[in-house]
């Protein structure tokens, strides 16, 4: 039995043919339709990234070209327009504002080395101290933890007790235990405020160094070392050789993220000094850039100091990446 193809009528009235032909058993092709769930699931995201972080940015950029005093608090629209002029004005170290964004920089830039390093020693130490499982193990790992569980304000505000000069613990130990000193030295005023401000600062960050690195110590196999003990390798060799090497991309993060902290760090010295009684020995950038801005009422000027300290912190941040990653690639 024959079947016949029928002609088809065109608008136009010609006869045409149909000449689409699919293989036999396998179906037409559909369009692949839309898939929203991933932009519906990404879009809170994005919109509070743009609320939190995007918008404000801007926002301080802007207030950083005008002069917005506490005269156009109420009216910001009607700051009149700065300039560069808050940045010449912060970059002239011959005068007071200068000199002081200058020192500033310059502290903290100590106090985060100071910190990062010895926080990194620390950990590290830490870390491969209970590497290997013994008994207590569990209880040393949960010591060591404390001060990062801790309430952030209350381990400081606990510190602050403990650094006052006639009644505080450090000077208790100091002068009637230890007899190191005949007089209670001061340790939130003058040039002993910046060691003070470093104990405390290592003192919360160490534990998250100790708990990164614990973490990327376990990925390290023991024959590993088991092998190298039995080739002659003593601890500091197996150390050198073998962890430093296997936890390289631990460290290149845990390192970048502290300085980061550190460098940005507020809650300390906020707590420690006071809002207005911050040391010299002690003025950390980021409370700096405060009080030039809610202390002063010169918001133009701080927020011209912000925006500088985001330009140099993704400069080192961007400088860092290259470096590591160029390392590995040599690697």
Partial sequence: MSTTVLPETSRAGELTTDTRSTPAGKPPKRRRPVQWLPYVLLAPAIVFELLIHIVPMLTGIWISLVQLTKYF?????????????????????????????LNSFLVTLAFTVL?????WVFGMAAAVALQRPFRGQGIFRTLFLVPYALPLYAGIIAWKFMFQRDTGAINHILVDQLHLTNNAPFWLIGNNAFVAIVVVAIWRLWPFAFLMLMAGLQ???????????????RPFRQWRSITLPMVRSVNVTLVLVMFLWTFNDFNTPYVMFGSTAQPP?????????????????????GAAMSVMLLVFLLVVTGAYLLFTNRRSVRA
């Fill in 73 to 101: 608090i109420a009216n910001w629209s009607a700051a009149p327009w700065a300039g560069f002029r808050n940045y010449s004005v912060a970059l002239d170290f011959n005068q007071a504002i200068g000199k002081g964004l």
């Fill in 115 to 119: 910190v990062v390093g010895l926080s």
């Fill in 219 to 233: 990925s390290v196999p023991a024959e590993v070392y088991e092998a190298s003990a039995v080739d002659g390798a």
């Fill in 281 to 301: 020995a002690a003025d950390l950038i980021s409370f700096h850039i405060y009080n030039a801005s809610f202390i002063t009422w010169n918001f133009g000027s």
